[in-house]
């Protein structure tokens, strides 16, 4: 299974229709919002012909340029500006002084729920209003799921070592290549499986396509439809809604039969408590279980519990396995000289002994060298150009600094790459230093202790960016207005310690199992309207550590 529509052909598509009549319908507004763009710079814009066309096209591909020449200009100073964007027309882009004050703001002022589902034009791509709005299956992963790191670790562990094994192969004397990115993707997919439904089920490969196939699907389709212009939407929008039901029943055909057999189960159960049966621990039973709790029949449907395993899938693999790829590539990009590789060996050597051979919740929370590693990247690597988009929803509007007014009906963003890459916010920003956010006790290396020895005054040594007022190192879950990876405030990633624990299990498994191959300069990611991400046609040379199988 795979989506026959790829992001390129969706541009082509769009393309002419949008550079006529993105043109037109924004030169003949006189509201609100068309005053507010008249009145406040629009990076990028010129004195040319059909201007707004051209510049929402430009930005397909060009979003990072605009974005950082908008934050020098005009962020630095704490004003406003607007990003075009084929999806949704413009942003404003909330300087960083500003994100605290703003993002605090209640939904009923500022949006976050809605916008999101927007995001994916869950209406027509997500389809069931039933699932999209009650999120019910997002508790699963902050409260079950979350709770439950500890008796997950074992088969999580278990899945990524037959992953590893399965796709990157076991030769310890010949190098081989492996694609970076779609490789981790199918790890990734049977270890949160592993989680979401089990063993040996998480193993289904038909099932395991599907579910890529599914967010491939919503992903292509979510971007086409915010690129036609706005009177087309809502035909367009259903007729992918109308084939949405296709795409879903191919899509849980796989799982069906375990999802009806479990519900069965759990259905006599709750009928009769003396029946004979031990639930499974995992998301799926999870699943059952909220649904339950609802009291509405209509939740406890087979495809809506399906539907929503789907959507845990969508959230999790790709983000999960683009974090893992970047990770490598920023890691294997660096001088090897340097020794940080050698040092988180060292590390995750050291605690898994100390564990006793076995990986647990608290073990895997005292490597301190391999989540500084994934922060670092995540924010060197930032997935987007623009992130947390927020929709003004009061009525009255909100105003900002300098009383400017965002009237009702504007979308908000915050420029995350450019924040994370602010000289103000961390030091040699555009340097990866894999143990920025450690605390000097923490490096036990002695490659890596030597440099923090030498630290002082000596600028070439990596800098340490840690909590300002407590001197504490950060770990990646932590969140701050200046690392916005996981989000911000009261709407932040409610599976981010679900993807981090399995992120740093991953990394661990790898620097102790395989050798890779130092790149000599760091890929380049591919950026596209206001994501970016690792290339598809990079690979990893690698090999299996002598004495590890």
Same mark, same amino acid.
């Given at each position: 299974?795979?989506?026959?529509? /790829? ?36 990076? $990028? ?13 430009? !930005? ?12 020098? /200009? ?10 075009? !964007?084929? $999806? ?15 993002? $605090? ?29 009650? *999120? ?127 519900? *069965? ?55 999960? *396995? ?125 490659? /890596? ?98 004495? /590890?199988?």
């Amino acid at each position: 299974m795979h989506s026959s529509l /790829t992001i390129p052909h969706l541009t082509v598509l769009v393309a002419g229709t949008t550079i006529a009549l993105f043109h037109i319908y924004f030169s003949n507004r006189d509201n609100a919002q068309a005053r507010f763009w008249k009145a406040h710079p629009m990076s $990028d814009a010129r004195s040319e012909w059909f201007w707004w066309a051209r510049v929402v096209m430009r !930005s397909v591909f060009g979003s990072k340029s605009m974005v950082d020449d908008g934050y020098n /200009t005009y962020s630095s100073r704490n004003n406003i500006f607007g990003a075009p !964007s084929i $999806d949704r027309g413009a942003f404003v882009v909330i300087p960083p002084q500003q994100l605290k004050s703003i993002y $605090d703001l209640p939904e009923s002022v500022v949006d976050a729920h809605w916008t999101q589902s927007e995001n994916i034009q869950a209406k027509y791509t997500i389809g069931d209003p039933e699932v999209f709005s009650q *999120s019910f299956h997002v508790n699963v992963i902050r409260n079950q799921i979350t709770r439950s790191l500890d008796y997950l670790t074992a088969g999580i562990t278990e899945e990524i070592t037959l992953g590893f094994e399965k796709h990157w192969g076991v030769d310890d004397k010949e190098w081989r290549r492996v694609a970076a990115w779609p490789s981790c993707l199918q790890i990734v997919a049977e270890a949160v499986n592993r989680v979401f439904i089990g063993a040996p089920h998480c193993r289904n490969k038909e099932f395991l396509e599907a579910t890529k196939w599914h967010a491939e699907w919503v992903f292509s389709n979510a971007f086409l439809i915010h690129a036609v212009p706005w009177i087309f939407k809502p035909v367009l929008g259903n007729l992918i809604w109308l084939y949405g039901r296709r795409v879903r029943s191919k899509c849980l055909k796989p799982m069906l039969p375990l999802i009806k057999e479990r519900l *069965s189960r759990f259905l006599q159960q709750a009928n009769d408590p003396s029946a004979d049966w031990d639930p499974p621990q995992d998301g799926l039973q999870w699943l059952i279980e909220e649904a339950w709790k609802t009291g509405n029949a209509k939740y406890i449907d087979p495809s809506r519990i399906g539907h929503r395993l789907l959507i845990l899938n969508f959230v999790s693999m790709h983000t999960t *396995s683009f974090t893992l790829a970047n990770a490598l590539q920023d890691l294997f990009s660096e001088v090897p000289s340097i020794g940080s590789v050698e040092d988180l060996r060292e590390e995750c050597a050291r605690v898994l002994k100390e564990a006793g051979g076995v990986w647990t919740k608290d073990a895997v929370s005292k490597l301190h060298l391999v989540d500084s590693t994934i922060r670092e990247s995540m924010r060197i690597s930032s997935f987007s150009i623009l992130a947390l988009p927020r929709r003004v929803v009061a009525e009255e509007g909100i105003t900002i600094d300098d009383d400017v007014h965002i009237p009702k009906g504007i979308y908000l963003a915050t420029p995350m790459d450019a924040i994370h890459l602010d000289a103000k916010f961390y030091s040699d920003p555009t340097k990866f230093h894999p143990f920025r956010f450690c605390h000097s006790s923490h490096v036990q290396g002695t490659r /890596t202790q030597e440099l923090y020895k030498n630290r002082d005054g000596d600028a070439t040594m990596p800098p340490l960016d840690l909590d300002k007022t407590s001197a504490k190192a950060k770990s990646t879950v932590t969140l701050d207005d200046k690392f916005l990876s996981f989000g911000f405030g009261r709407n932040a990633c409610p599976g981010r310690f679900f993807a981090l624990h399995e992120i740093k299990l991953m990394m661990a498994h790898i620097l102790l199992n395989y050798d890779i191959q130092y790149f000599k300069k760091r890929p380049e990611q591919f950026k596209i309207m206001w994501v970016q991400l690792p290339h598809e046609k990079t690979h990893f040379t690698i090999k299996r550590r002598l004495g /590890t199988i």
